[in-house]
């Protein structure tokens, strides 16, 4: 059995081990990367929906071949679903056989017991740590959770360890990759913050995402990758609801390709505008002669070039 690949030892192994995932970083943020394995810190990032910030810690789980222990995040969250909980039925069940054979003494003894627990993902990692595969724990979308919830998570972020009442306290020596995303739907408290590195990951400029593009879909045409990604960076520049992020350009790319095209025309852009905009007033306010305009521009600018 092969040992699993080291950490990165500089910021430019950085960069190569998340392209190794197909992940194409800045080095602004392939430094703070780096820093948070370093420092072995958790790495806490924030930015619009879709510029990419969950797909490092996928990239991070590929390239050094660790498992991907993910906790999405929701309003009402809580220790059940993040951490643990007891498995009231396996127990009722066990108690009644208990009873019925003369054992419910020996019983009561093991009711809280490693059988009847069922791990949720906070724990899990923990315990992936302890046994000596510490895993990439995502903690996904944080801003979506409650107040209550950020507070619990500070004894996991500052001590790598989880209290459960029947069994004591769960530690592991060697921390978990942590990742935590925001989408700013609302501010984190200061008091989560610290205990991270943080990274606002912004739109990539033109040349990156193009790059990116190319990665993520095989076989693209360049004359439409190039036109798709200006396209996007143009709109990113419009007044809209919803700025489209990578996810979408990369989706809207696919969907051309899916319709045979070559190259941008603006009624194809004006059927496909489902594919990268989100919301309806959005759309209203780029289909027709908007649209018309964009195509006409991003051609004029590529034929330039």
């Not at 619009?48 to 009402?76: F, H, M």
């Not at 095989?218 to 439409?224: A, I, Q, R, Y």
Request: charged share 25%; glycine share 4%; aromatic share 6%.
């Amino acid at each position: 059995m092969t040992a699993p690949p080291t950490l990165p030892v500089s910021i430019d192994d950085t960069l190569e081990l998340l392209a190794g995932a197909d992940y194409i970083a800045d080095r602004a943020l392939a430094t703070t990367i780096f820093l948070a394995l370093r420092l072995e810190r958790p790495l806490f990032l924030e930015g619009e929906a879709g510029v990419g910030k969950t797909e490092i810690s996928k990239a991070l789980s590929l390239t050094l071949e660790r498992p991907l222990v993910r906790l999405q995040c929701y309003e009402g969250l809580d220790i059940h679903a993040a951490v643990y909980e007891w498995n009231v039925q396996r127990q009722m069940i066990a108690i009644r056989m208990a009873e019925s054979s003369g054992a419910a003494d020996a019983l009561a003894r093991d009711i809280y017991s490693d059988a009847f627990l069922i791990r949720r993902p906070l724990l899990q990692a923990i315990e992936l740590a302890r046994a000596g595969t510490p895993p990439v724990l995502l903690i996904d979308e944080l801003d979506r959770s409650d107040e209550p919830f950020e507070a619990y998570l500070l004894e996991v972020l500052s001590d790598f360890q989880v209290s459960i009442p029947e069994l004591g306290t769960i530690a592991c020596t060697e921390p978990p990759i942590v990742v935590l995303t925001s989408n700013r739907t609302r501010e984190i408290h200061d008091a989560v913050k610290r205990r991270c590195l943080y990274h606002w990951v912004d739109f990539p400029d033109a040349g990156r995402e193009w790059e990116i593009v190319l990665r993520r879909i095989p076989g693209v045409p360049e004359t439409l990758s190039r036109e798709a990604v200006e396209f996007v960076q143009r709109l990113r520049g419009r007044d809209l609801f919803k700025l489209p992020g990578v996810a979408e350009t990369i989706d809207w790319t696919r969907a051309l390709m899916a319709l045979d095209q070559m190259v941008l025309d603006p009624k194809t852009v004006n059927d496909t505008l489902g594919a990268l905009l989100k919301y309806q007033d959005d759309i209203a306010r780029i289909q027709g002669s908007e649209a018309a305009a964009i195509v006409a521009e991003v051609q004029a600018r590529i034929a330039a070039q």
